[in-house]
């Protein structure tokens, strides 16, 4: 195996891999309780976890007054920002602290004032993906909780730094996952519990293209756009190698084919094409061990962004966990990564 990084924290990950094959507790969730102890390290490679030699590293403990309203600012206003902006109105106890915009005559504040201001809690960055992880690190570095769109960074070395400064900094990193709060994305997975082990399946989306994605300078490496899909398969069926992979991308179109080969057993064909005007929808057919599965979602946003506000509070308040899995997210990060 070939071995992409070696330290990452186990506290940061929340779950441990064990078993081979078709073992459906391959995927085990740990990390609760852990927020006054010190993590065990383990081993991150390619399409596989093993467990190492552990050592101690300090664990955050930060917590705020449950009873006062967070002091949240906003940077960056397009679509995510605007439904972030909504869901501060809906969710209880957040308080908006200023906006951070390009847009004329929308901008209240600065991201200079923001970080220099101590009366701000935390920022949520909606911005375009290549500034992520710098406005990210910037706020931690001042003291900020930080709640960051997808992706978090382009390369697994800098997702894993910036988790490591927010326990440094006794912050919350949290990432905006809200596919993975989807009903349709829990039914799914509950399902495929019940079937057990998967053997052989494709998932696929089609979605809008619009010509700025094709520019790296916003949208970074452009195979990362399919890291939100990719990281649900992986949340359902655990970490994976890629066999082979096929990508082309520009103003008009984007394509990427992957064969996933996933630790746990299964292979799964993994297609996202987008064009312009194309209609969001997404569908997966796979045979699994108990039978086969047929998933045709429908397209669901309503009131996802309020329900990530109000799980990033709930971590901001008591440490709690997050609902995505850290370590599936550095594993689709450094997948993406090697084939950009």
């Given at each position: ?5 070696q330290?990452f ?5 929340g ?74 109105e809906?969710?209880q ?5 200023g ?30 993906n290549t ?5 990210a ?17 382009f ?22 996952h ?17 079937l ?12 809008d ?7 790296p300078?916003?949208?970074?490496p ?20 890629v ?8 103003a008009?179109?984007?394509?990427i084919?992957?064969r ?21 929808k ?20 309503e ?6 506000l109000?799980r990033?509070r ?6 709690a966990d997050?609902y ?17």
């Amino acid at each position: 195996m070939k071995v992409v990084r070696q330290e990452f924290y186990h506290r940061l990950v929340g779950a441990s891999f064990v078993g081979r094959g078709r073992d459906r507790d391959a995927i085990r969730p740990v990390g609760k309780h852990l927020h006054s102890r010190a993590a065990r390290v383990g081993f991150y490679g390619d399409g596989d976890f093993q467990t190492g030699s552990p050592f101690e590293f300090p664990l955050a403990n930060q917590s705020v007054d449950d009873t006062r309203k967070i002091r949240l600012a906003l940077c960056g206003l397009g679509s995510a920002g605007r439904s972030r902006m909504k869901a501060i109105e809906a969710v209880q106890g957040f308080e908006r602290a200023g906006i951070i915009s390009r847009r004329p005559g929308v901008g209240t504040s600065d991201w200079s004032h923001v970080l220099a201001d101590a009366t701000v809690d935390a920022v949520a960055i909606s911005t375009e993906n290549t500034l992520h992880a710098r406005l990210a690190r910037e706020a931690l570095e001042a003291g900020k909780h930080v709640l960051c769109d997808y992706p978090l960074a382009f390369s697994l070395a800098e997702a894993e730094s910036l988790l490591k400064l927010a326990v440094q900094k006794n912050r919350i990193l949290h990432v905006e996952h809200i596919g993975l709060l989807a009903s349709s994305h829990t039914l799914a997975a509950r399902e495929i519990v019940r079937l057990g082990g998967l053997n052989r399946g494709e998932y696929h989306f089609e979605g809008d293209w619009s010509g700025k994605w094709s520019n790296p300078d916003f949208a970074g490496p452009l195979p990362f756009i399919a890291y939100s899909r990719l990281l649900q398969v992986a949340e359902w069926f655990g970490p994976f190698a890629v066999a082979s992979s096929e990508f082309r991308a520009d103003a008009h179109e984007f394509f990427i084919h992957l064969r996933i080969h996933f630790t746990a057993g299964g292979t799964l064909d993994f297609f996202e094409v987008r064009k312009p005007n194309i209609d969001r929808k997404r569908w997966m057919e796979a045979s699994l061990d108990g039978g086969l599965l047929s998933w045709h979602p429908q397209y669901e946003s309503e009131g996802l962004f309020g329900k990530d506000l109000a799980r990033f509070r709930e971590r901001v308040v008591s440490n709690a966990d997050p609902y995505y899995r850290n370590n599936l997210m550095l594993h689709c990060l450094a997948v993406l990564e090697r084939i950009s």
